[in-house]
Nanobody, 118 residues
Framework: QVQLVESGGGLVQPGGSLRLSCAAS????????MSWYRQAPGKERELVAV????????NYADSVKGRFTISRDKAKNTMYLQMNSLKPEDTAVYYC???????????WGQGTQVTVSS
């Protein structure tokens, strides 16, 4: 059974930090690219960061560059998102996604809430 379980969300003050985790099971984690998405109330889901399966190449949305860092630990089947200098506009439900192109396939987690507020 495929599972992606996010954790680490919560309430943090502006300027604070959080580290999200996405624990994967039921599929070959090392062969899948991984992504973090977020969805704020009333807005569409948006891509935050990507880490590829080969070479751990990363890419970020402009809005989080220099503040967020995506990483993965293949030994632990876990992906992370280190979020620093958090802003109120980072408030959203954060989702992890595992995906591959050949053959095309993707899995989603259930999401974890991040709230940035004083």
């Amino acid at each position: 059974q495929v599972q992606l379980v996010e954790s680490g969300g919560g309430l943090v003050q502006p300027g604070g930090s959080l580290r999200l985790s996405c624990a994967a099971s039921g599929f070959t984690f090392s062969t899948y690219h991984m992504s973090w998405y977020r969805q704020a109330p009333g807005k569409e889901r948006e891509l935050v960061a990507v880490i590829l399966s080969v070479g751990s190449v990363t890419n970020y949305a402009d809005s989080v560059k220099g503040r967020f860092t995506i990483s993965r630990d293949k030994a632990k089947n876990t992906m992370y998102l280190q979020m620093n200098s958090l802003k109120p506009e980072d408030t959203a439900v954060y989702y992890c996604k595992a995906w591959r192109s050949m053959p095309r396939n993707e899995y989603w987690g259930q999401g974890t809430q991040v709230t940035v507020s004083s």
